[in-house]
Structure formats: structure tokens, C-alpha cells
């Protein structure tokens, strides 16, 4: 079994509201996809789950939208972007 380290995550606009600026989640050594990603923060953060909806937010890995499967590793830059709307 391979040890959980610690992924900060940056949270922009209404998930910052929600959450404040940055939160910690475990992740296994090895990383986790973007997928993944959004599954453990559901859990570990019952605020956020309303808004962290499949294919409506954003998973930014190292400054580059990440696709469901990219991986985040330990260390790496993570930031997460709702959906904006506006006119």
C-alpha cells in the first residue's frame, strides 16, 4: 500500500466563497487523476460537493487544464476553476 501524502489546492471564485483560498487533501504517493481528484474533495468537503460538478469545473495541473485522467502529484501546482457566467 503505498503512503498518502499531502495535494494543496488552490479554489477560484465561487468555490473560493465557499471553501476559502487554499485546502489540503491526501492523495496517494503515486498521485491521483483529475477525476479522482474531484471525488476525494466531494467527500472530504461536503461544502464543495454541490459544485464540483463532472465536466463543469476546471482541474488546472502545473499552469494547464488537466483531462479527467491527468495526473496530479504530490507537489504539483493544483487549482481548480468553476464554471463563470457573465455578460
Known amino acids: 500500500m503505498s503512503e498518502a501524502l499531502a495535494l ?3 479554489l477560484c ?3 473560493a466563497d465557499v471553501q476559502g483560498r487554499e485546502i489540503t487533501v491526501p492523495i ?4 491521483c ?3 479522482s481528484l ?3 474533495l466531494r467527500e472530504g468537503f461536503p461544502a464543495l460537493a454541490p459544485l464540483l460538478v ?3 469545473v476546471r482541474v488546472c495541473i502545473n499552469e ?4 479527467a485522467d491527468g495526473l496530479a502529484r504530490p507537489g504539483d501546482l493544483v ?3 468553476p464554471p463563470v457566467s457573465g455578460g
Open 38 to 40: 474531484l471525488d476525494r
Open 79 to 81: 487549482a481548480l476553476f
Open 64 to 67: 494547464a487544464i488537466a483531462p
Open 28 to 31: 496517494p504517493a503515486a498521485g
Open 54 to 56: 463532472p465536466g463543469k
Open 33 to 35: 487523476t483529475a477525476a
Open 13 to 15: 471564485g465561487k468555490l
Open 8 to 10: 494543496v489546492v488552490e
